[in-house]
């Protein structure tokens, strides 16, 4: 087929040509007035603005004691820095992904550079500080900004000791947890009446249920949306990557696959911050480039997800 | 969590490492054991023969010498270099350091038969496990550093280590199953998550052998049992 477009000759013919024009002027910032910003979401209810593009760490950081891997894992760190990239997310249950993290960050003496989420992940409703402490040194962190409830899993009693742990200026913001669409019921039923800063939650231009109830939920109730598996896990990429991107996509301001999904999921106004995962400092590139330039409009969102349904 | 929550989970939720760091770990054990695995390829080769001379001592010499990769090989793969990555590997690690406890265990109380067994079926099925099951990582893998010996990578071990069901007395052998087959259904669903269709022949090998160790074991009447 003549026009089929891999993700790799989307970086090679388009993506990486679009990061190298954007980043000098990006890094030119301090000079000039026409650099092009990165595009930063406010966290509901403060002054603080977090880039729309963050990091998850779901497969790709669990290397266990592969140095070889450690080190290229740091380079896709790198890169994220490099890019502009701050929020980097993590569980306990990922295995050995925060030793890895940690270790990434002690290379590139990026402690002060990030904005360290993780998750309290036990049955243990007692356990919730023994966990933050157990994570806070495995990341070489002080403390996490943010600690969510991961998958609901013993919500109760953790979001309870979260709140006070926030009130002790033990961590900055608190949050709960969902994916692939689970227990979104008992989720909003938390969310109307738990005071959260941060929900984390599945959406993708295919997986799009919490358009209808939990986003405008979270703007009605002033709380930050942490966007997972933006890609469905890869598999978007997998199904569409051999299909052509459709020629309004510039529009949109899509230049590649990664932009096209990542722009429709940070356009919607609810939400805060996508965090794809990646082991390749190629796709991490790909992934920053969607912090840039122009985002889609409603009416482009809208055929954006019509297109993609139509392939 | 409802039935309905675990039945929104696939295989796929479980696994928390993608193929890449799986098969680069049977090319660090490899890198970091070089070049002792030498000493487990001679140790696989030397097995069927031992088995070959119908003597006790040299029969209990091969279960002792199977003992032994079962627990280097849970040790040093699966509890040392799978572990970190993925906990069940960690258990099951642990587990097969158990089984190997459990054929050391055979050996030194009676458990190792001295019945006439089909030696030449033995003997080929043997090294058709040792010699062929090892080159299936490197071919899922690309690299030859990535090769799945005996002794070395659990997949193997178990494979081969399923004929010890035609070595030992019938208590001790069903006693050994268990840990077959639940290795064998666990690294099934793992590599076919991983994709890793090469690799996916060893599990399916193993139960494979497990009928066969059953197949050329003593007929009851002939047990000791």
């Known amino acids: 087929m003549a026009n089929q477009i891999t993700r790799r000759k989307f970086l090679i013919s388009s993506g990486l040509a679009g990061i190298a024009l954007k980043a000098p002027m990006l ?48 380079e896709v760190l790198k890169t994220f820095f490099e ?23 002690n290379a590139l003496d990026g402690h002060d550079r990030i904005f360290a989420a993780t998750k309290i992940w036990t049955g243990d409703e007692s356990a919730t500080r023994a966990e933050a402490a157990r994570s806070s040194r495995r990341w070489g962190v002080d403390r996490f900004d943010l600690l969510q409830v991961h998958n609901l899993l013993g919500w109760q009693g953790h979001l309870e000791t979260l709140k006070q742990m926030k009130a002790n200026g033990e961590v900055r913001y608190i949050g709960i947890t969902t994916s692939h669409g689970r227990r979104h019921r008992e989720f909003a039923q938390i969310m109307e009446r738990e005071p959260l800063d941060f929900v984390q939650l599945t959406y993708n231009v295919l997986d799009r249920e919490v358009e209808d109830r939990l986003l405008p939920l979270a703007q009605e109730r002033g709380i ?3 966007v997972n598996r933006p890609f469905q896990g890869g598999s978007l990429f997998r199904r ?14 899509a230049g590649n696959w990664a932009e096209f999904f990542l722009k429709y999921i940070i356009s919607h106004p609810a939400v805060t911050c996508a965090i794809p995962a990646t082991s390749k400092v190629e796709h991490m590139k790909e992934n920053m480039g969607a912090m840039y330039g122009a985002l889609p409009d409603a009416s482009q969102r809208q055929r954006m997800a019509g297109y993609v349904r139509s392939l | 969590m409802s039935g309905a929550d675990w039945l929104s989970y696939s295989l796929q939720d479980f696994v928390m490492f993608g193929p890449q760091v799986f098969l680069r770990l049977f090319v660090r054990i490899n890198q ?3 070049p002792w695995q030498l000493l487990a390829v001679v140790i696989a080769i030397f097995i069927p023969v031992l088995i070959s001379r119908q003597s006790r001592v040299a029969r209990r010499l091969a279960v002792g010498l199977m003992s032994l990769a079962w627990i280097v090989s849970g040790y040093g793969f699966l509890v040392g270099y799978f572990g970190p990555i993925n906990w069940p590997a960690a258990w099951f690690g642990w587990a097969f350091v158990a089984q190997g406890a459990l054929l050391a265990a055979a050996v030194f109380s009676g458990g190792v038969h001295d019945s006439r067994l089909a030696i030449g079926r033995l003997a080929v099925l043997w090294l058709l496990a040792v010699c062929v099951l090892p080159w299936f990582a490197m071919a899922d893998s690309g690299q030859w550093e990535a090769v799945g010996l005996f002794g070395v990578a659990p997949g193997t071990t178990a494979a081969a280590g399923a004929l010890a069901l035609a070595l030992v007395t019938r208590t001790w052998r069903w006693v050994y199953l268990p840990l077959l087959v639940l290795w064998s259904l666990f690294s099934a669903a793992l590599l076919w998550v991983l994709q890793t269709w090469w690799l996916l022949v060893t599990p399916v090998a193993t139960l494979l052998l497990v009928g066969a160790g059953f197949w050329l074991s003593p007929r009851t009447a002939q047990s000791p049992d």
């Open chain 1, 224 to 226: 930050g949306v942490i």
């Open chain 1, 83 to 105: 890019l502009g990239g701050t929020v980097v997310d993590g569980s306990p249950m990922y295995g050995s992904a925060a030793d890895v993290m940690g270790e990434a960050l």
């Open chain 1, 27 to 74: 890094f030119a910032n301090t000079s000039g007035s026409t650099a092009l910003s990165p595009i930063m979401r406010r966290i509901p209810g403060t002054d603080e603005s977090i880039p729309a593009i963050g990091m998850g760490t779901w497969i790709t950081f669990n290397v266990g004691g592969d140095e070889q891997l450690i080190t290229q894992r740091t």
């Open chain 2, 32 to 34: 970091d054991l070089w």
């Open chain 1, 240 to 253: 569409f990557q051999s299909e052509p991107l459709p020629d309004w996509a510039g529009e949109a301001g």
